[in-house]
């Protein structure tokens, strides 16, 4: 069992930083890959970046590759998403997600669990 917390959410203006925590609690938290999803207000969930269980393998979103930055730290059993130059239309409320696999995937289907999600806006 994994149980994840997010936190760091809140409101920023546009073009200002947040960065997001995922705090994990059990034994398996290690070997797990860990992504962050976020949903806005009528639209579906999209994914954000993901990161392998060992750091090495990394992916992002189209939308954010050059701006946000995911991180893990296995010792602290947490995982970050570093997020600057922050727009309107990155509003959402981000989740993070663990896949037991161990391989970073843009697919939801893909992570066994899941956070209850913190809110980011920003505003113009």
């Known amino acids: 069992q994994v149980q994840l917390v997010e936190s760091g959410g809140g409101l920023v203006q546009a073009g200002g930083s947040l960065r997001l925590s995922c705090a994990a609690a059990?034994?398996?938290?290690?070997?797990?890959?860990v992504a962050w999803f976020r949903q806005a207000p009528g639209k579906e969930r999209e994914f954000v970046a993901a990161?392998?269980?060992?750091?090495?393998?990394?992916r992002y979103a189209d939308s954010v590759k050059v701006r946000f930055t995911i991180s893990r730290d296995n010792l602290k059993k947490t995982a970050y998403l570093q997020m600057f130059s922050l727009k309107p239309e990155d509003t959402a409320v981000y989740s993070c997600?663990?896949?037991?696999?161990?391989?970073?995937?843009?697919?939801?289907?893909?992570?066994?669990?899941w956070g209850q999600g913190t809110q980011v806006t920003v505003s113009s």
């Open positions: 997600a663990a896949s037991l696999a161990g391989v970073p995937s843009f697919a939801p289907e893909e992570y066994d669990y």
């Open positions: 990161i392998s269980w060992s750091g090495g393998s990394l």
């Open positions: 059990g034994r398996t938290f290690s070997s797990a890959a």
